[in-house]
């Protein structure tokens, strides 16, 4: 696994992982056209759902990484089996909500190596959702009645992972220096919600830019419509690997 010092020693290209958040495994396989230079591909639940495993398949004999964003959150037994299979796939990365709770992060654990074992694959970086980026202080205080500070509950959601022999955490750029500090250097942290200061935040309610990111401590920065939905999607990318 790389650790937050290893990970200064990748290319730009390995850090950045692009959504691949279009309706079909067409436009999927377009827009991995469109990038070649790309490496690391997100595949959240909307292509999954759509297209299935087929699109792993192809990011795989491409030789891309992929980071299969599924956010797995329900009982125990379920996540384990999801886990399970998802394992069976090769991903890189694979997300799992850390409120499902410590029981179903440790079965999680467990479930990934017995997948990847029967696939004859490795196990995927299992990584737990602290909070999503579209949430901000107010929505989580009055919506989701949580009465702790953001900071302090991502903080928690992440050392429960930690706790819980999970490899990582996904969290806005904006926890992601203390998280470091308090996690280490070998616990990767993937940060959404960045954008560049050119680009529009969209719902992304806890931003910052790439540089500033990978400056706080972040591993790995998931960056999106700044790139797929520009214009020029290749100018964009060659831009933010020239500010990085």
Known sequence: MATYKQAFSMSVAERIIVPLDVPTEAQ???LVEQLPQVRFWKVGLELFVSSGSAILQILKQRQKRIFLDLKF???PNT???ATRAAAGYGVDLLTIH???GRMALKVAVAAAKQGAEAAACSPPKLIAISLLTSLNSRDLAFDLKVPIELPEYALQMALLAQETGLNGAVCS???VSQLRQVCGDDFLLVCPGVRPS???QDDQR???TPADALKAGADYLVIGRPITAAPDPVAAWERICEEL
């Open 198 to 200: 050119w680009s529009e």
């Open 206 to 208: 806890r931003s910052m």
């Open 79 to 81: 996540v384990a089996g």
């Open 173 to 175: 750029p904006q926890e």
């Open 28 to 30: 999927a396989i377009a």
């Open 73 to 75: 959150h329900d009982i």
């Open 98 to 100: 850390a409120v499902a």
